[in-house]
């Protein structure tokens, strides 16, 4: 098939939320059905979207190129005044690069300034990354647009050793004023210090009909009403624009539409697949190994001694089924995984914060119950480990644990000061635009009445285990289906609703997941700052995480544990002693 000899370098996806109105899996399709040979995911301080993005493209036949818009301080202003440097990664040392680049935006700024980096920390951090000017949002446009010759020029010396042999001055013919005054001063520096020319067309969604729906986002986003004139509006050019399109807009330039994919050329990387990687207890998986049997030996032998009437036979099986797993799980190599979790449950159980007793899969392990990971007697109960771990269908063990919910926070810290609090860090999730907020989102910025929305809202089934989409409720709900074909104000509000459900609204944190690596995390992931918590997040979701090479561990939060450890104090003080891991599981009194 021939492909369209055109490259777009500056796509937002919807994970600048807010802000792109295309999802990464739609970007990969879009560059299929036009021929682009390769397409750029290039989103405002973030590679959020980049493993599900280069996947996409792996499987439409695309090559994906990554990049980022990173935000970057002007020179003087404490970081008031920010200007943006599209950056997409050449090759593995970019793509590290990119995610420390764009970790330090989040991390190292005031949490009342937008995300930046200051110039000076592209010291040491431009290698295998190219860089483009950044059109009407790059400092050197605005400069030039602004008469400010002298400053665009110490700025573009800094640029060129920044990025020497990889820096290109970007145009972009989109409607914009800066652009327009700043085109031909951009030229002329261009053209006086052999630097090479690209064509660009910052794209927010798809089509030009998106035009409207994206409008209707960014009023979702600036909390206003479409009505207002006094209001940020959509660029109606910013589009993914066609190759003949593009192509027509520069045809006195068509050496920056040919740099498009020359720049596609030099940039062959996507995020790499990862196995494991977690902090070693003890040097290797040899010491991991043998750290394991001593530990889970020594604990079984402590797990054993209440037994009183064990025969020699029953110990035996014990230490049968101990030595079978040990021997699955150092030869599938998760001997680690075990000793990270049982040393922080014991921490935690050393300080008195109660821990549940072990739900799940997990509770089938002897290895776990010898460690006091779980409190739970396998084979008294009956339960089996190939239910957690088996060789035939590898996956990665995953204990979900239970804390007390008021002092879950000290085993997270403990966790922090032992590996370091660069090495650990919550998983991001992302909130959807789902049917009915969606709906309560744009009645609000079309101004209709709040009753006429909520029962809208209300005729869209909403069942926790099978939520309804808006296109499910058209043909499936009658009353909905109805109004939308009588009511023009409301075919409106559901017409701008379809377009824009199912996308990013914005991000939160993982419930229990934390991630602990054996470096910086920025040196595997990208990151980002949760301004409700002091620790770091990782950009990327827990699928995508997992992925990366990083191993989830939940830390959940149990209220119940809690209420339950209040009860045993308020006993105690009554002269009461319970001991709630010694209840027998089969008091009749206790069911009747």
């Known amino acids: 098939m021939p492909y369209a000899p055109f490259v777009p370098l500056r796509v937002l996806s919807s994970y600048s939320m807010l802000e792109g109105a295309l999802d990464p ?14 397409i750029s995911i290039c989103d405002r301080n973030g590679l959020y979207g980049a493993v599900m993005f280069a996947g996409a493209c792996k499987g439409e036949g695309v090559q994906p190129i990554i990049g980022t818009l990173l935000g970057v301080a002007r020179e003087g202003s404490d970081g008031k005044l920010v200007d943006y440097l599209p950056l997409l990664a050449k090759d593995e040392a970019g793509y590290d690069n990119l995610c420390h680049l764009v970790s330090a935006a989040h991390l190292d700024r005031p949490l009342e300034l937008e995300p930046h980096v200051q110039m000076s920390e592209l010291e040491g951090h431009s290698d295998g990354l190219i860089a483009l000017t950044g059109s009407g949002e790059g400092a050197l446009t605005r400069l030039l647009a602004e008469g400010q010759n002298d400053a665009a020029r110490v700025l573009v010396e800094r640029l060129e050793h920044l990025f020497p042999n990889r820096l290109y001055i970007e145009l972009a013919r989109h409607g914009d004023p800066v ?11 261009a053209y006086a210090r052999n630097l090479p020319l690209v064509a660009t067309n910052p794209s927010n969604f798809a089509e030009p009909h998106m035009h409207k729906a994206h409008d209707a986002m960014l009023c979702i986003a600036n909390s206003t009403y479409i009505e207002n004139e006094d209001r940020p509006r959509t660029n109606q050019e910013a589009y993914v624009k066609s190759a003949h399109m593009m192509r027509d807009l520069f045809i006195d330039l068509p050496e920056a539409i040919a740099n498009t ?100 899969s997990g509770a089938g392990s002897i290895v776990a119950w010898a460690l006091t990971i779980t409190d739970l007697d396998p084979i008294q109960l009956g339960l089996l480990f190939e239910r957690f771990l088996n060789p035939e269908r590898v996956s990665m063990p995953d204990f979900d644990i239970d804390f007390c919910e008021t002092r879950r926070g000290e085993v997270i810290r403990y966790v922090q000061e032992k590996y370091g609090a660069d090495h650990v860090a919550q998983i ?34 909403n069942h926790p285990t099978d939520p309804w989409t808006l296109p499910r409720a058209l043909n499936g709900a009658a009353d909905f289906k109805k109004e939308y074909t009588n009511d023009n104000e409301v075919k409106r509000l559901v017409d701008l609703a379809l377009q824009l459900e199912g996308l990013p609204r914005n991000s939160s944190t993982h419930a229990a997941g934390v991630v602990i690596g054996d470096r910086p995390l920025a040196q595997l992931v990208p990151l980002y700052r949760d301004p409700r918590s002091d620790m770091p997040v990782t950009q990327y979701d827990m699928k995508n995480v997992e992925s990366s090479g990083l191993v989830k561990f939940d830390f959940l939060g149990l209220k119940t544990l809690s209420v339950l450890r209040k009860a045993v104090d308020l006993l105690a003080e009554r002269g009461i002693e319970i001991d709630l891991g010694a209840l027998p599981l089969d008091d009749t009194g206790v069911y009747d």
């Open 428 to 461: 991001i999730t992302f909130g959807k635009m789902k049917a009915r907020a969606v709906l309560r989102d744009c009645g609000r910025i079309l101004q209709m009445s709040y009753g006429q929305v909520d029962r809208l809202c209300k005729m869209v089934p």
């Open 25 to 38: 899996k739609a970007i990969a399709k879009l560059a299929k059905e036009r021929g682009y040979p390769a």
């Open 261 to 360: 994919l020359v720049i596609a050329k030099r940039c062959a990387y996507a995020p790499p697949y990862r196995d494991p990687i977690l902090p070693s207890l003890a040097g290797d998986l040899e010491g991991e190994a043998k750290m394991l049997a001593e530990q889970s030996k020594a604990g079984l032998e402590a797990r054993l001694e209440p037994y009183e009437d064990l025969t020699q036979e029953d110990r035996k099986a014990y230490f049968d089924r101990l030595d079978y797993e040990i021997g699955i799980i150092v030869n599938m190599g998760f001997p680690g995984y075990f000793l990270i979790v049982a040393d922080f449950i014991q921490w935690a159980k050393d300080q008195g914060i109660p821990v549940g007793p072990g739900r799940g």
């Open 179 to 189: 652009c327009e005054r700043a085109e031909e001063p951009l030229l002329d520096m």
